[in-house]
């Protein structure tokens, strides 16, 4: 069974950097589209960056376009998120997620399209 486990967030202050990592278990890494999403409390889960499972194609929220960068590293079975400039808006719980798609060139931007989920990790960052 694919397990999902996200690290790295903690308390930075506005204009800082950060880089979350999610390791994957369990399963073949590179069968995988995976992706980031936050929660804010009380908000929706809303999609942040995704990669394709042959990583060749990646895409952002516009939200953090240009300052948020999704990589993967296949030796180590993990999908990493980093995040600059950051604001106080980015405070969220960020969640990791992988799927089995049906392209290996496909992104899915749905949370209900994703099949696992990891514990999450907290951002907060203060202004």
């Known amino acids: 069974q694919v397990r999902l486990e996200e690290s790295g967030g903690r308390l930075v202050q506005t204009g800082g950097s950060l880089r979350l990592s999610c390791t994957v278990s369990g399963g073949t890494f590179g069968n995988y589209a995976m992706a980031w999403f936050r929660q804010a409390p009380g908000k929706e889960r809303l999609f942040v960056a995704g990669?394709?499972?042959?990583?060749?194609?990646?895409d952002y929220a516009d939200f953090v376009q240009g300052r948020f960068n999704i990589s993967t590293d296949s030796g180590k079975n993990a999908v990493h998120l980093q995040m600059s400039s950051l604001k106080p808006e980015d405070t969220a719980v960020y969640y990791c997620?992988?799927?089995?798609?049906?392209?290996?060139?496909?992104?899915?931007?749905?949370?209900?399209?994703?099949?696992?989920w990891g514990q999450g990790t907290q951002v907060t960052v203060s202004s």
């Open positions: 997620a992988s799927t089995r798609p049906s392209s290996i060139f496909k992104i899915y931007y749905a949370s209900s399209s994703y099949e696992r």
């Open positions: 990669v394709s499972s042959s990583g060749g194609k990646k």
